[in-house]
């Protein structure tokens, strides 16, 4: 069973930045790509960045050029750096992983979960 742990979440002023990390199962980037996803108060859950087993990487349009997806496969850790952060990004953000739609931004696609960590951003 994959199990994923988010960490790194808390309260910053607008642009700030902040490091997300997910723990992840051993062996779950072998098999399965994984994506950040977020859902603000009253807001449906929306994709913010992917990644490919192969590394390549898919970013929303909101947050293309300010958030940056990386994976350490020794660690068995996702990461999400989120620069010039605005009060827009305000969320709980929450780790994912798919076997077979890698790079959609559509949370309906992904089979695996983490709890989800808040994101506070401050004007």
């Known amino acids: 069973e994959v199990q994923l742990v988010e960490s790194g979440g808390g309260s910053v002023q607008a642009g700030g930045s902040l490091r997300l990390s997910c723990a992840a199962s051993v062996g779950t980037f072998r098999s399965l790509c994984m994506g950040w996803f977020r859902q603000a108060p009253g807001k449906e859950r929306e994709g913010v960045a992917t990644i490919h087993t192969t590394g390549s990487t898919n970013y929303a349009d909101s947050v293309k050029g300010r958030f940056t997806i990386s994976q350490d496969n020794a660690k068995n850790t996702l990461q999400l750096q989120m620069n010039s952060l605005k009060p827009e990004d305000t969320a709980i953000y929450y780790c994912?992983?798919?076997?077979?739609?890698?790079?959609?931004?559509?949370?309906?696609?992904?089979?695996?979960w983490g709890q989800g960590t808040q994101v506070t951003v401050s004007s």
């Open positions: 994912a992983a798919t076997r077979y739609y890698c790079h959609s931004l559509v949370s309906g696609r992904y089979n695996y």
